[in-house]
């Protein structure tokens, strides 16, 4: 019941909208990024179903490399855990599943500027420091970073068309819906290929992260 209180009780920060928009701005001013657009060939290509293992000449994995990388999955998830809020109301079950974590999403909702500090430290104190993280460390960091960038566009339709009935209700249940099981398996996806040595490629992100590091 503590997963189900954080989702539905604990209030979201009202300047969310403001790192979503200063995130998207800085790595748009500063670094360029720009994510595949809905023309890109394979854009929309699923889980490699064998994720590539890493390889000596630049992708190191060793047993903290993996840890580390592994961890910073978490960043997207606790940015976007309100979205399973329907999802945890309809399946009372994935509240034993947030159980562990409902710490660590009290702790980055505790103040509104934590996700957009996050991001400022994940990405020039990780993403572009190559001299201290491996480019597995960073390519993967930078997969987080990205995705959790995309949810500036669930956040905006749910800020522009907020319905409290019928159809418009229906359609914006499923699309939180979705967003939150994207998230979810992309935690447990990219987690678990990062712990066992190897690279995951999230679908959407892999190629803007890839251009991001050097």
């Known amino acids: 019941m503590a997963a189900a209180s954080v989702l539905f009780f604990l209030p979201k920060p009202p300047p969310l909208h403001l790192h979503h928009h200063h995130r998207h701005q800085h790595l748009q001013q500063l670094v360029g990024l720009r994510l595949p657009g809905p023309s890109r060939r394979r854009q929309w290509r699923r889980f490699d179903s064998y994720p590539v293992r890493a390889s000596k000449n630049g992708d190191a994995a ?18 976007g855990v309100h979205y399973g809020r329907f999802v945890v109301a309809q399946f009372p079950a994935f509240q034993v599943l947030l159980q562990p974590l409902v710490p660590a999403i009290r702790l980055f909702r505790s103040s509104p500027f934590t996700p957009f500090l996050l991001f400022l430290t994940l990405y020039f104190a990780v993403v572009r420091n190559p001299s201290r993280f491996s480019r597995y460390v960073r390519f993967n960091t930078m997969q987080a970073i990205v995705l959790d960038v995309l949810l500036i566009f669930p956040d905006l339709l749910e800020r522009s068309f907020n319905p409290s009935e019928g159809i418009g209700l229906d359609l914006l249940q499923s699309l939180d819906s979705t967003v939150f099981l994207f998230l979810l398996l992309s935690l447990i996806y990219g987690s678990s290929a990062c712990l066992l040595g190897q690279v995951p490629r999230l679908p959407i992100v892999a190629e803007a992260a890839e251009r991001q590091v050097m």
């Open 62 to 79: 060793d047993p903290p490399d993996r840890l580390l990388a592994a961890v910073c999955y978490l960043y997207p998830f606790l940015d």
